[in-house]
């Protein structure tokens, strides 16, 4: 063989070398993207369900929270019938115990709102509910008008008039 054939034999096994290893970098580089993009589709999925969670955790907050405002709305608003009727003269005395203490209720209702709204400041955009526990001690949500969201909780003794810690 001559010299010119053993350079280019040479040169050929170095071209086989070359492109061998230009395709096993694009096949790595193949792999790599595939495993990020499957990666991606998981972080996706993640972002997602957090997502949706919050969506329906919203939902959920927002029905209990109009639940329970109208709930008060409807507790602390009289009905239209009865504002249509004449007060009905009664002689059952318990009657007249259970009507006294469901105004004492609602009259410790809205103490403990005001209370509450008189710690809390002046702010138009929140907006105050309640639930009283079993010691008597109300606690006043105090949320955001627009979404509802709880933003703080404030504990009244109606006993004592203040605001517990």
Do not use: C, H
């Not at 249509?84 to 005395?93: L, S």
């Not at 606690?139 to 504990?155: C, E, G, M, P, S």
Request: no cysteine; hydrophobic share 40%; charged share 35%.
């Amino acid at each position: 063989m001559d010299k010119k054939k053993k350079i280019l034999i040479v040169l050929v096994i170095i071209d086989i070398i070359i492109i061998g290893i230009a395709v096993a970098l694009t096949i790595n580089l193949i792999r790599i993207n595939e495993k990020e993009q499957q990666e991606n589709k998981i972080e996706n999925n993640i972002t997602n369900a957090v997502t949706e969670n919050t969506v329906a955790n919203n939902i959920v907050e927002n029905v209990v929270a109009n639940e329970t405002e109208n709930t008060l709305e409807e507790e602390q608003k009289p009905d239209e019938n009865e504002k249509k009727e004449e007060p009905q003269v009664t002689a059952d005395p318990t009657q007249e115990v259970e009507e006294n203490v469901i105004e004492e209720k609602k009259s410790n209702e809205e103490k403990a709102i005001k209370i509450a709204k008189e710690a809390w400041g002046n702010d138009d955009k929140v907006v105050f509910t309640y639930e009283e526990d079993e010691n008597g001690i109300y606690v006043i949500f105090v949320r955001d008008a627009a979404t509802r969201r709880q933003i703080d909780l404030i504990k009244v003794n109606i006993n004592t008039g203040k605001v517990v810690e």
